[in-house]
């Protein structure tokens, strides 16, 4: 049942996919795989009640328990043999790495992916190998902010373990700061939202010296522990908090070519430390000059939509190199289309309900803007950060130049005028007159 290796074809092949949803990177990778004539299985664990609650066929899996998860996708290969496991996001990579180690796919060790996905052990391991990290503590999510507050160095960032995209990340400059985000952090870890996935990690929160500079975050793949860098995207809006909602990912970078080694290098390093090897990666750097800051290596792809930045030759997409390179193709010789391309993530300004958006056409009509794709649904519940965990939609570009995708961005940005609902309280009928 081991995976391929011969570059042969994929038709009549068959992957799992495992995900958390059915939302739109989901949907992505299913479309890759019917596009290369790949038949596609999902494990999930969206539902705890239902073995089958949208009636496609899914595993039903527990995320949580990596282990056993992995067991039943043994047990399912047995009589439906499978030629690749991919997991859609960072929650499926432990269960993926289990279930590979055992049908003798290459994959990242379980050890490896469980690093990446815990702040703290992630650090742990960056620092042990020399690379540089901010200093860092982890504390009980019931430890008291206030005693602690005596003991950290400011500016400083408070960040849950495990969740990603920015969420729950809070910078503080003083102790009432501090003690604000430390009691912020702990009512979303402690909401049924989090508390739903028993995590282990839901019982801590990092506090981590702010280390000021620009950001990038690299785009890759790994084939048996070699680095295949498919993008560096320079992020050109300041992250300096009091929260870290990303926004503009453009790319090539305009950095100049010996930070871009130095960026691969350190990237390189993180892996080995991490003790990753095969698979894709997504890492976040921060960079002053002292150098590159290794803030997160992730063995996932890019979240979101904002894969369809990136475009290969022949017109390929990411998720099509990721599920070629799980059914044991050799991608190595991939490379992306020499255009310019970036993605607005579009930020939830204010909290409420989403009603609509105006000038959508306006957008789409500015040169270089390819796509305008607005996910917000009529009556959605908006939750901006560090809370919240979605954006209204995307914007995607392509240019000749960096500089142009950027101010494509920005121009399309400025035309979209969207509706939202501020939320009313709800009055009961006793406090009522």
């Known amino acids: 049942m081991s995976a391929r290796s011969d570059g042969g074809e994929t038709r009549g092949r068959r992957v799992l996919l495992l995900c958390t949803t059915t939302g739109y990177q989901t949907r992505a990778f299913a479309e890759a795989a019917a596009g290369a004539g790949v038949e596609v299985v999902y494990g999930t664990d969206r539902c705890k009640v239902l073995e089958d609650p949208w009636g496609d066929g899914a595993l039903a899996l527990r995320f949580e328990d990596a282990r056993r998860s992995a067991d039943v996708i043994v047990d399912y290969a047995r009589a439906n043999p499978l030629d690749g496991v991919v997991a859609v996001g960072d929650r499926p990579t432990p269960t993926a790495a289990w279930a590979c180690q055992a049908l003798g796919f290459l994959h990242n060790s379980p050890e490896a992916t469980e690093a990446c996905r815990d702040k703290y052990q992630s650090r742990e391991r960056l620092r042990a190998a020399g690379l540089r990290v901010p200093t860092f503590r982890r504390f009980q999510v019931d430890d008291d902010p206030r005693t602690i507050a005596r003991e950290v160095e400011f500016p400083c960032v408070l960040k849950p373990l495990a969740l990603s995209a920015s969420r729950g990340v809070i910078r503080a400059d003083t102790r009432e700061e501090f003690v604000a985000a430390f009691e912020r952090i702990r009512a979303l870890l402690r909401s049924r939202e989090v508390q739903v996935l028993r ?15 620009r950001e990038v975050a690299l785009e890759g793949l790994l084939d048996r522990g ?70 997160e290596v992730a063995a996932r792809s890019i979240g979101g939509l904002c894969s369809r930045a990136l475009r290969f030759e022949g017109g390929t997409s990411l998720e099509e190199l990721i599920i070629r390179q799980a059914l044991g193709e050799d991608v190595s010789g991939s ?47 908006l939750v901006p950060l560090p809370e919240g965990a979605s954006y209204l939609g995307f914007i995607f570009a392509r240019a000749a130049s960096p500089e142009l995708v950027e101010g494509a961005l920005r121009a399309a940005h400025a035309k979209l005028r969207f509706r939202i609902r501020t939320e009313l309280p709800v009055i009961s009928s006793r406090s009522a007159g």
């Open 199 to 213: 995590e282990e990690t839901s019982n801590f929160i990092q506090v981590e010296r702010f280390i000021p500079g």
């Open 226 to 295: 070699r680095l295949k860098v498919l993008a560096l995207f320079d992020k050109p809006d300041p992250l300096d908090g009091p929260f870290f909602e990303e926004t503009l990912y453009v790319t090539p970078s305009r950095l100049p070519a010996e930070t871009q080694k130095e960026i691969v290098a350190a990237v390189g390093q993180a892996c080995k430390a991490l003790g990753l090897s095969h698979g894709p990666l997504h890492a976040e750097l921060r960079l002053n000059r002292e150098g590159p800051w290794v803030l």
């Open 335 to 381: 490379a992306r289309e020499g255009v310019a391309a970036g993605v607005m993530m579009i930020p939830i300004a204010q909290a409420g309900i989403y009603e609509g958006v105006e000038g959508v056409r306006a957008a789409e009509e500015t040169p270089g803007v390819e796509e305008v794709i607005i996910t917000a649904k009529a009556e959605q519940k």
